[in-house]
Each structure stands twice: as C-alpha cells, then as structure tokens.
C-alpha cells in the first residue's frame, strides 16, 4: 500500500481508519531517531502524505465534500497524532528539522483552523522556549519600580525564526476571540522577538506586534510602553521598510495607552524637573520623530506624517501632546514631495475640523464676533498668494491650533534658525514661513520676538530667502504701527544707545522686507515717521550695502503707497532718494534705475509732466538741506547729489542751474564760476 492509499483509510469516515494509520505513525516514531537527516525523512513523508493527498482530492473536484465531512478526519489526525510530535521538533538540533516541522504545522492550521483552539495551550508555550524574555532593573529603578524587558535569542536562524513569527501570526489571525488567556505569552514572545537584528524578521515582528496591539486594543495598555520601548531600535534602521513597519506598530500600540511614550519619542525633557542621576551621569536623548520627519525616503516620511495625524485624532490624551506633535505635520507642508505637501495639508484640514466639532461654541464665537473674511486679513489682495502647498486658506480650526502653540513652536524655531548645523537651521526657516501663514494677524501678540528671530537671522545667506518670505507674510496680517513701534526705536538707537551701524543695518533690512509685505493703504499714514527715520544723518550717510539696499526698498514702498495727499513728505522722500543715489554711485551700487524709477512714480503722482519738471519744482528746497561747499569732503554725497540734479537741466530755471555749478566749483576749492549760456 502506498502513502496516499494509507492517508486514504486514515481519513475515511470508518473504523478502517485507526488500522490503516499505521504507516502515518511509522513516520511519526521515526522523528525520535538519533539521526537528523532520518527525522528530516520523516518530516518529509509526513508533508508529502498529508498535502499530495489533498492536492490530489481538489484536482478531482472533491474539494467541496472534503471541506464538509472529509476534514474532519484531517482535524483528528492534526489534532492527536501530528500536532505534538511536530511541536517537539520546534527544539531540534537540526535547523532543517525545525524549519520544515513548523512549516507543516502551519499549513495544517491553515487548511484547518478549527484546531487552533485545541492546539494553543501547547503551541504557545512551545514557541515561548524559544523566545524567552528577561526583566531586567532599569536605570531609574532606585526611584522607580518600573522595569525594562530584555530579550534573549535561543533560536540561531534567522530563517526558522522567521517561521516562528509567521506562525504566531497566523494564531492571531485565525483565533482573535481565543487570544485572552495567552495574551500575556503572546506579549512577551513578541517583546523578545523585537530584539532582532534581520530585517526580514524585524519586519514580520513589527506586522504582528501591529496586528497583535489592534486585536487587544486598551487590553494592552500595562505592557504597551514597554512594547514601544523595544522597537525604539527599529525606527532607526539602515532598511527603510523596517522604519517604516515599526512606525505603524508603534502608531497602534500609543493609541492602546502608550501615550507617555510620546515623551520618548519626542526627546521631551520637562524643564522643571533635573533628575540626580543627570549630575553624575548625564544621557543624551535620541529625538526618533525628528529623525524620521527628515528620512530620506519618502515612505518613512510618508508613515510618520499619517501617524502624527492618526494620534492627534485619535488619542484620548491628544491635548497634552498636541505641542510636540503638531509640528511635524506642518512640517510635511515644506517637504520637497508635492504628494506628502497635499497629504499633509488634507491632514491638517482634518485635524482642524474635529477641533471645531470638538469646539463648537468657541468657533461659533468667533466667526460671529471676529474678523472671518479673507478680503479683512489680506490673503485675496493683489500682491499676494498662498504658498503652493496650500490648496486654499486653512480652516479656522487648524489656524486655532497654531496659533495655541504658536508661543513655544517660536522658542524652538528661534534656536534652531540660529544653530551651527545646516539642516536645522533650513527646516527652521522654512517652518517659520508656515507657521506665521497659519495665525495670520495672530502673530501681533508675539511681534517683537519674532522681529528679534528675522533680526539675527537675516544676513544669513544659507536662510536669507526664507526670512525674507517670513517677513512679507508678517507684514501681510501685522498692522503698520505694531511693527514700526518696534523697529523704529532700534534703528533710530533710542533702543540701544550704543547700537552700531550694522545693527541699525539689520533693521533696516527687515523693515524693508516686512514694508514690501504690507499693503500700500495701510501704510500711507506711515510716510511722515518713516522718512524721519530715513533721514537720520547716520542712516543717510552709511556707506554700508545693507544700508543702501534696505533704504532704497523702503523708499520704493513708501513712494507705491503715496498719493497726491502726500505733499508734505515729498521733499524728504527725494532727498533720501537723492542721498541713497549718490552713495550707491560711491560704493558701486547699482541702484540709478530703481532710484529713477521712484522719481518717476513720484512725478505721476503728483501730476507732473516729467521727472524733470517734478525735480526742478524742488530743487530749491534740496539745495537748502545741502552743506556750504567749503564743507564738502572727497567722500561727500553733497557733489553727488548736485551733479544727479544737473541732469535735469533742460527742465531747471537758469539762475537754479548756476547756483549748483557754483556750489560744485566752490567744493573744488576755485573761485572761478562756470558761465552758463
């Protein structure tokens, strides 16, 4: 009789069967043999009876009257004569033996699930010997009765291993409602096998600790932090796969009680709490979810930013975790993929809109109250446009969020922007100019330290861009005064009485950058304070570029925002002008063009035909502000100057037109005056 023959009356229905089971014992004995190849043998025939048997029942068209009566059979011969023996060789010296005996036990649970049941307070145990766990002191266990899990590695290969993992896997799929009285085994199987090295295995471990912690859900919350715990090592592996399984397993293990985890994970350090431990032996933290924010694949980017947005959904205790959180999802809106920008900016519509549903009375008060139209705050004026990774303007909800944290995300920013470390510093930058699209006019209450930030960081070639567009966003929602209350006293040195010219430069700069961001009405009652500021001898006479460039652009805002009205603050408009043209020829800066370019929007305004005749109509007045040319120097701009205003000769009367020749002769040390025809 052959195998398949002898399978054949071990599983018909009769009495036949316990006769016939004799060649399926025979095997079974022989995996008690000394020597591995015969166990190996043994194993194989037994594969071989059991699977050529079924396969050749469904090739016949059987299959539908095997899954009704003839696997029961099957059932019985797994249950009492196979599933033991199979066990037993889980601990076999030989790695063939091991691997192929829970290969078959696989299958046959597969094929049969109904056996699970029976099976499990033997599997479990069996599979616990080869991934035991140790408790180990922690290093806070002098203050702290918690302690830390440890695994240690029994099974050699990583192949049966593997295999291992595989099978618990296929125990949690195919028995949820069974699991609760070997859970704990389970857990700690689990908590060793996390260990691992292999990134074939790490990657099943994470899958199933997954699919463990969503079948247990808040069950697990007295081991869960120390599930987290043990993956730590996974979220920073060289294989991204592996980053990213860990990720989403430690997604669903916080939201089953692991939420202080988060300070882990986040590198939090409570500033008013410096354990005595620190003093003596001072650790450093490792911030894992920043690491992974600036992953180089998109794939572990991808995970975070789904799992941040996941946990400040879904986690009971989001509240208190929502600072250190919300960060990294609208860090995702600067990420260099336009797929994760799109994805993070639909994350955080969706985590404003439960914030709104959550908060309804708050919101219903301010949209009743409060400015809520976009035309009010300035984001459909022409000029200005949302960033590229915002689809429209965000929801209310969202915008209360940032604003919320907005205090602390600034502290953090500020250090960062000024850190020695490229990267930081750019991601810094860049999370600035997003944070200040999100609070809007908002950003009022924290003015003067963001000042301070565009202050120190903005002559920063690395990041000089992006706080150029961090200022015009500022100036876009601030309100004129707000910000000139600020900057005027430390340029002007009523500040600081001992304030440089580079930091009055400084200054400039960002005043000129936060002007071009303003609005040209909301400036207009401006001009009179700011030409007063221009028209410092100090800031006038500066030969240093910043200087020149910030007052020509400033200049530029002051003469868009001008009209008719402004007469007044003509003559000292053209004479800042005038004094930033000629030490832009000093230092050779070209700046002729834009500097023309205000004289004749000036001209326009004003209602004159040409620049020429705008000029003439003042030159008289600028000529009194000038020194007495026995006063000028080789480095005078007051040459200059009457040499910008000869240009403009054949619209200047003639006796105007002698008195700069004159003046410019007299500088020369001549007492010969220049005929003019």
Not at 192 to 208: Q, R
Not at 412 to 419: E, F, H, R, V
């Amino acid at each position: 009789m052959n195998e398949v023959e002898s399978l054949s009356s071990v599983i018909e229905p009769s009495s036949a069967r316990f006769t016939c089971s004799a060649e399926i014992c025979k095997h079974v004995n022989t995996l008690l043999d000394p020597l591995p190849s015969k166990r190996l043998q043994a194993l194989k025939s037994i594969r071989f009876i059991v699977f050529e048997f079924i396969r050749k029942s469904e090739d016949s068209g059987k299959a539908e009257e095997i899954q009704a009566s003839d696997l029961l059979p099957l059932q019985h011969l797994v249950e009492e004569i196979l599933a033991k023996p199979l066990l037993r060789r889980f601990a076999d010296s030989s790695e063939k033996c091991r691997s192929l005996s829970i290969s078959i036990l696989s299958e046959l649970l597969m094929l049969r699930p109904v056996c699970i049941a029976v099976l499990l307070p033997y599997i479990i145990p069996v599979i616990s010997e080869r991934f035991p766990l140790q408790i180990v002191p922690s290093e806070s266990s002098l203050i702290s009765s918690q302690s830390e899990y440890k695994g240690i590695p029994v099974e050699p290969s990583e192949e049966v291993r593997l295999l291992l993992i595989k099978l618990i896997r296929i125990l949690l799929q195919e028995s949820k409602r069974l699991l609760d009285p070997f859970a704990s085994d389970i857990a700690s199987i689990l908590m060793s096998a996390a260990i691992e090295n292999d990134p074939v295995v790490l990657v099943e471990v994470c899958s199933t600790i997954k699919l463990f912690a969503e079948l247990m859900e808040c069950r697990l919350k007295d081991v869960a932090k120390n599930f987290v715990l043990v993956m730590l090592h996974a979220l920073s592996h060289n294989r991204c796969r592996v980053r990213v399984a860990a990720l989403q397993a430690i997604e669903i293990i916080v939201l089953c009680g692991a939420h202080e985890t988060l300070y882990h994970l986040t590198a939090y350090r409570d500033p008013n709490i410096i354990p005595i431990r620190e003093f003596y032996n001072p650790t450093v933290k490792t911030q894992y979810l920043a690491l992974l924010a600036s992953d180089r694949s998109i794939l572990v980017r991808e995970a975070l930013l789904k799992a941040v947005a996941h946990w400040l959904l879904q986690l009971p205790e989001r509240r208190e975790h929502e600072i250190r959180l919300l960060p990294y999802v609208l860090n995702g809106l600067i990420d260099e993929n336009t797929e994760m920008q799109e994805l993070a900016f639909d994350m955080m519509e969706l985590i404003g809109q439960q914030y709104e549903r959550e908060n309804e009375d708050e919101v219903r008060d301010i949209k009743q109250y409060l400015i809520e139209d976009i035309d009010t705050v300035g984001i459909s004026d022409k000029g200005f446009e949302l960033p590229t990774f915002l689809k429209r303007r965000p929801c209310l909800g969202a915008r209360i969020m940032v604003k919320r944290s907005f205090s602390i995300i600034l502290q953090a920013l500020g250090a960062d922007i000024q850190a020695w470390q490229l990267e930081p510093k750019i991601l810094a930058a860049k999370l600035l100019y997003v944070v200040l699209i999100f609070v809007e006019e908002n950003a009022t209450m924290h003015l003067q330290s963001i000042i301070i930030i565009l202050m120190k960081a903005c002559l920063d070639s690395i990041v000089e861009n992006k706080i150029e567009e961090s200022a015009k966003v500022l100036g876009r929602f601030v309100d004129p005064s707000a910000f000139l209350d600020i900057l005027i006293p430390r340029v002007s040195g009523d500040y600081y009485a001992d304030a440089s010219i580079q930091d009055k430069g400084r200054g400039l700069l960002v005043l000129s950058w936060i002007m071009q961001g303003c609005r040209s009405p909301s400036l207009k009652r401006h001009i009179p304070e700011v030409c007063s500021l221009l028209t410092d001898q100090d800031i006038l006479t500066s030969l240093q570029r910043v200087v020149n460039r910030s007052v020509i652009s400033i200049m530029e805002v002051l003469v868009e925002s001008a009209d008719g009205t402004c007469k007044e603050e003509v003559v000292p408009m053209l004479w800042i002008l005038l004094n930033a043209n000629a030490v832009g020829t000093i230092i050779k800066n070209p700046c002729r063009e834009r500097v023309s370019c205000c004289f004749e929007k000036l001209s326009v305004c004003l209602g004159y035909d040409s620049v020429g005749a705008f000029v003439a109509a003042y030159t008289d007045d600028i000529i009194s502000l000038l020194l007495p040319p026995q006063l000028w120097s080789s480095h005078s701009l007051d040459g200059a100057i009457c040499a910008r205003l000869l240009e403009e000769e054949n619209s200047l009367v003639y006796t105007t037109k002698q008195k700069l020749c004159d003046m410019i002769e007299l500088s020369r040390g001549s007492t010969a005056k220049i005929s003019l025809p």
